[in-house]
Antibody
Framework: EVKLVESGGGLAQPGRSLRLSCAPS????????MHWVRQAPGKGPEWVAG????????GYADSVKGRFTISRDNAKNSLYLQMDSLRTEDTAVYYC??????????????WGQGTTVTVSS | DLQMTQSPSSLSASVGDRVTITCRTS??????LNWYQQKPGEAPKLLIY???ILQSGVPSRFSGSGSGTDFTLSISSLQPEDFATYYC?????????FGPGTRVDIK
């Protein structure tokens, strides 16, 4: 079964950092573009960041631009989200998501189970 | 940024009803508009991509149409497992925005 497994969530104080990781099973990451999507409690999903297979095209939501960095290591078959200068409004479940395509963004067809990030003092 | 609206925000329907949900974007997204279904406690599930292409495994009672700035998700005959929240999402420009959602519940 094609799956994505996130790790690295937890509790962080405002202004601190966390790094999320994502690893796939039953497929290789370098065949697809990848994304992070978050969902705050009781809210709809919010696209956070996306990256094409070769990292040549990267995009961010305005709410995280300059604070979050998406990256991938295809040799290690892993996707990352470095989250710096965390704010209370970053509290959410963060999903690692696979795109249908490799070199542009089209649709999000495989979602991880999500990892919870809580930002609180 | 490109803005997304959905209507209605919620609706009540019965099993067997035909349901239509509309998504509107503030600028043209060509045909790069996707639809997702989300049930409580679960991740969203891709139903339709590029306006009208049914994702593998999705029942044929789901269909999508539209172009430019106006798009529609239709469910031809609502089934008990279809009661959920539906989101549109554009993948034409960065950020790949989601709509605010339409909740479909039982009448």
């Amino acid at each position: 079964e094609v799956k994505l497994v996130e790790s690295g969530g937890g509790l962080a104080q405002p202004g601190r950092s966390l790094r999320l990781s994502c690893a796939p099973s039953e497929f290789t990451l370098d065949a697809y573009a990848m994304h992070w999507v978050r969902q705050a409690p009781g809210k709809g999903p919010e696209w956070v960041a996306g990256i094409t297979w070769n990292s040549k095209s990267i995009g961010y939501a305005d709410s995280v631009k300059g604070r979050f960095t998406i990256s991938r290591d295809n040799a290690k078959n892993s996707l990352y989200l470095q989250m710096d200068s965390l704010r209370t409004e970053d509290t959410a479940v963060y999903y690692c998501v696979k795109d249908i395509r490799r070199n542009y963004f089209q649709g999000l067809d495989v979602w991880g189970q999500g990892t919870t990030v809580t930002v609180s003092s | 940024d490109l803005q997304m609206t959905q209507s209605p925000s919620s609706l009540s329907a019965s099993v067997g009803d035909r349901v239509t949900i509309t998504c509107r974007t503030s600028q043209s997204v060509r045909n790069l508009l996707n639809w997702y279904q989300q049930k409580p406690g679960e991740a969203p599930k891709l139903l339709i991509y590029s306006t009208s292409i049914l994702q593998s495994g999705v029942p044929s009672r789901f269909s999508g149409s539209g172009s430019g700035t106006d798009f529609t998700l239709s469910i031809s005959s609502l089934q008990p497992e279809d009661f959920a929240t539906y989101y549109c999402q554009q993948s034409y420009s960065i950020p790949n925005t989601f709509g605010p959602g339409t909740r479909v519940d039982i009448k």
